[in-house]
């Protein structure tokens, strides 16, 4: 994993939302999957891998003085602006969590447990993403990849 360049702010949100992430993640645990089964090992390792991830990107980043507010991959709480390759239809969507209950976002939601959810997590602007679906398989492109404002407001109010 070469380094990637990071804004101080989004640097600074990204060691948050890693807290953050590992206080959900015994409460998700809790709360859908209370026994030890096959489902729970898999969200487990899931989340354990995207903490692992981004825990790379971090120890790996150049931290600038930019006040740009985009990061270079998709993390929980981003708005992704995806096209469907096979409709030419351009959506957006915040990966939320599934204790989500609103924002002030004008995409559409996908749990970061939903399958388009998991799809998008830790990609790039430009990767290809397929995403199977009850209803089918779905082919999408990044197009862009957003961190709303609350997310740096949380990281304000701590200063």
């Known amino acids: 994993m070469a380094g990637i360049v990071l804004p101080k702010s989004v640097f600074e949100v990204l060691v948050k939302h890693l807290v953050d992430i590992e206080e959900e993640k015994e409460q998700l645990l809790e709360r859908y999957y209370p026994d030890t089964t096959k489902e729970r090992e898999a969200f487990e390792d899931f989340i354990n891998n995207y ?90 492109i990044i197009k862009s990849i957003e961190i709303p404002n609350e997310m740096f407001s949380i990281i304000d109010e701590d200063r």
């Open 51 to 140: 903490i692992k991830e981004v825990e790379g990107y971090i120890s790996n980043a150049k931290v600038t003085k930019s006040t740009k507010k985009t990061c270079p991959f998709v993390i929980i709480g981003s708005v992704v602006e995806i096209e469907d390759l096979h409709y030419n239809e351009v959506e957006k969507y915040q990966i939320v969590s599934p204790f989500e209950s609103n924002s002030n976002s004008n995409a559409d939601f996908a749990s970061y447990l939903s399958p388009m959810g998991k799809a998008l997590l830790l990609k790039k602007v430009k990767d290809k993403v397929m995403v199977e679906t009850p209803m089918g398989q779905f082919t999408y």
